[in-house]
């Protein structure tokens, strides 16, 4: 669980911000998928919990290397806030079998879609704008790459989940 919550903040790092928004592309999708993926739903709650404690109390671990309370509570808090729900949401529907199509399905087309309903509320919310404009912020210029992100975890997941059995 440790060497997971390590992968999650470093995965924060690997990080580019885009000129027309305050979400930045980040690794943390994949990070987050991988640890859903590969731990039980309790243990990838307590990691992404211990994440978000880490990053919440001063160390540097959100995206770009950055932390505190008003990173959690900024435009994009939502999306972290997000991973301690999606995170044990996945596991839980991930299934016993290690499948590539089964992850694939649960991660793009119910992680994901949570997380941007999270990210985009709560941006729409603490920005003031509509939740249009933040789907156009936060979520539209995304979905192609996290697709991607989450083919790679999913693929990576099932590689990871045949040498842990």
Do not use: H, W
Request: hydrophobic letters at 60%.
């Amino acid at each position: 669980m440790s060497i997971c919550i390590a992968i999650i903040c470093i995965s924060a790092y690997i990080s580019f911000p885009l000129p027309f928004t305050p979400a930045m592309i980040t690794a943390q999708t994949i990070a987050i998928n991988l640890v859903a993926l590969i731990l039980s739903p309790r243990q990838s709650f307590l990691v992404v919990l211990l994440y978000i404690f880490l990053g919440a109390f001063g160390l540097p671990v959100f995206s770009a290397g950055t932390s505190g309370l008003g990173r959690l509570f900024g435009a994009t808090g939502g999306f972290i806030l997000g991973f301690l729900v999606v995170a044990p949401l996945i596991s839980f529907l991930k299934g016993k079998k290690n499948n590539f199509k089964r992850y694939l399905f649960v991660t793009v087309f119910i992680g994901m879609i949570v997380l941007y309903v999270f990210g985009a509320i709560y941006m729409s919310i603490v920005q003031k704008i509509t939740i249009i404009s933040a789907l156009s912020l936060s979520v539209f210029p995304f979905i192609v790459g996290d697709v991607l992100k989450c083919f790679l975890s999913s693929f990576i997941a099932v590689k990871l989940n045949k040498k842990l059995e």
